[in-house]
């Protein structure tokens, strides 16, 4: 865990930090600006999975206010057109969000972060613990981890873990845990940390 801790540590001395800093608040933004957006950036996070997150901006920023509107098939062209993987399938979890939004105000006003997750697993189809994470991170939330095979090929080649074949919720929330105790470590949140992260990977900070 020491020398990607001392690698994230040279990072805040980087231009890196002031970006960290403007996404964090950004993010926090989002989470204090209207519902529709709120929701926009939950259908964001349901298209992230299996794709890419570049490939997600490019369909929000297109679709807008589309996905609190369009009919299903009509969001599938859409989907399609901008290059989805899955058009059918994302368009069908979307349109089915949308019955959520009413009780998702709610659950969102708890201050039980993990709670929060396990509602929007158990109950938005499309998400599991890496893209309820997104979401809730991308709306200020700061204590949940983002475990994707990309964060995991780091701790993996830091030999803080063991890449696993599968990742499980036992093994996810596993991996939380020592992301926690890294973060602690650098005196940053999860949401921080994952951000540093993926610019150690990339080279570049998106959300």
């Not at 950004?26 to 929701?39: C, K, L, N, V, Y």
């Not at 297109?62 to 599938?76: C, H, N, R, S």
């Not at 994707?148 to 030999?159: S, V």
């Not at 499980?168 to 020592?178: A, C, G, H, N, Q």
Request: glycine letters at 6%.
């Amino acid at each position: 865990m020491e020398s990607l801790a001392r690698e994230v540590d040279l990072l805040k001395e980087t231009d890196a930090a002031k970006l960290v800093k403007s996404r964090i608040d950004e993010f926090r933004e989002t989470g204090e600006g209207p519902d529709g957006e709120i929701f926009k950036e939950l259908c964001f996070c349901i298209l992230t999975a299996n794709f890419t997150a570049e490939g997600g901006i490019k369909i929000q920023k297109e679709t807008g206010d589309g996905f609190l509107t369009m009919p299903e098939p009509e969001l599938t062209k859409k989907l399609k057109e901008l290059g989805h993987r899955f058009p059918k399938t994302r368009a069908e979890y979307i349109v089915e969000a949308r019955n959520h939004k009413d009780s998702l105000k709610k659950v969102l006003r708890s201050p039980d972060e993990t709670g929060t997750r396990e509602w929007l697993v158990k109950n938005v189809k499309g998400l599991w613990y890496k893209e309820a994470s997104h979401f809730l991170r991308n709306i200020g939330y700061e204590n949940l981890a983002i475990i994707d095979f990309h964060i995991i090929d780091i701790l993996d080649r830091h030999k803080v873990i063991e890449r696993p074949k599968t990742l499980t919720r036992k093994r996810y929330l596993d991996i939380e845990m020592v992301l926690k105790k890294l973060a602690k470590r650098l005196g940053m949140s999860l949401a921080e940390l994952d951000l540093y992260l993926w610019f150690a990977e990339t080279g570049k900070i998106l959300k």
